[in-house]
């Protein structure tokens, strides 16, 4: 069985002396081992960052952006081979897989007008022959920790903009899915980036922990569940790293009664069970405004759910794949298994449906009359599971969402711009979307959550990472004729 190796200093290798399985979640089977590196493994590839610091930060600003646009090219070239790689290591349809890939490229676009993002201030004469600017410089090795769910993706949040800001990277994939991350770090060799700036180890805690740990690496870029989230940053931040560390979610999508409501259950189906629900923007609870609303929202998404093909993400038919491991698609189905106890109604059991052969497939859930203390409802469940939340009113619907502990994603359905406006003056929610379920900025915008969803004080790619990656440095310069220099123990003043 083939072994997936690190990728360091522009070379793959391994000691593999631990490894992990890596499967594919449609058929059940093991496909590869990946190797798990050790603590020397991880200090070698930090080592090899190290080194490429210097060279990389002094390459011209328009000889890296030309790795950025040969990226792109390769990026977009390569996408059914990517989408492929994600398919049979993550589960996902390839639709859904090429689609990750295109949002992923986004990221590579932002980066390569780093010409422009890496500019600085200018004020002339803030004193009599006194000129003041400001730089943006690197924070140096930069670790990049990712989760299975968007295998090129995430990376791609991280690495793109840290890389075009002159930093060197460590990037430690899931080990779940852990191809795409050297796939990806391949085509940025192809591209002309020097040997040693992406270097990617696999692994698990013990890498994870020899990156927190390293004094050379000086950010830690994190996406994964919320408790590794917190449990990340403040090891991070405890050893004086800047941190971003993104976690889990709980995605309401309020409907209003003035909504169109063939639009809003399509809407519903497609961000619940997109993806098997293992998107930390899926919508995992539906916010019916009114009883009326409820009842007619719930009859329309389950007819639409029983229209829905499930099946191996190779297939051209198949909508949605599997969960990503066995004991994954367990714990979601003790979800919907755990409900009726509860006191939720189960509109639609998932857990009930059949699938030939040994893939970690389950089916399509919905519950009803699910209410804040119970599990379905308090947890992230991260599977294709869709809890109705019955509310009387607007306020209502806002209380809810902002008593939740997580913050990440938020859509309303209303044909009310009044409305629309409110909600977003109202929702302590990171990102919102107006008749939009599934609102994940364009790469020209930076994406995060509030609360529980996000450790830290900088949102991901985008305006706020090039701030996260860079630090500022402000010059106050003099050019005196050697004749006005004098001594002067006074404190400086502009006046
Ligand atoms: P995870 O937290 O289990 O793993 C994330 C990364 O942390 C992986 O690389 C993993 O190897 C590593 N890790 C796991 N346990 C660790 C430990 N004890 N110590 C150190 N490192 C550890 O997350 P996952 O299951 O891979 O991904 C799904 C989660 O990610 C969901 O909660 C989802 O909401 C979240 N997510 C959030 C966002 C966001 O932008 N907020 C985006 C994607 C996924």
Redesign the pocket.
Known sequence: MSVIRHFIAGHETALAERTGPVFNPATGAQQHEVAFASVDEVEQAIAAAEAALPGWRATGLIKRADVFFRLRQLLAERKSELAAIVTSEHGKVLSDAAGEVSRGIENVEFAAGLVHLLKGEHSEQVARGVDVHSLKQPVGVVGA??????PVM?PLWMVASAIACGNTVVL?????DPSAAVFIAKLFQEAGLPDGVLNVVH???VA??TILDSPTVRAIS????????K??YERASQNGKRVQA????KNHMVVMPDADLDGAADAAVSAAYGSAG???MAVSVLVAVGDEVADQIVAKVAERMSKLTIGDGTDDASEMGPLITREHRDRVASYVTGAAAEGATVVVDGTAAEFEGGGFFVGTSLLDHVEPGMKVYED?I?GPVLAVVRVANYDEAVALINANRFA?GVAVFTRDGGTARQFEFDIEVGMVGVNVPIPVPVGAYS???WKD??FGDSH?YGPESIHFYTRSKVVTSRWPQPSESQINLGFPSNH
């Open positions: 920790i990712t989760p299975f769910n968007f995430v430690k994939p899931s080990e779940k692994g698990d805690k994870v922990d994190f996406v994964g569940s919320t408790p590794i989230a449990s990340i993104l976690g889990g979610a293992e998107r930390c992230e991260f990440n994406f995060g959550g969803s996000l991901i």
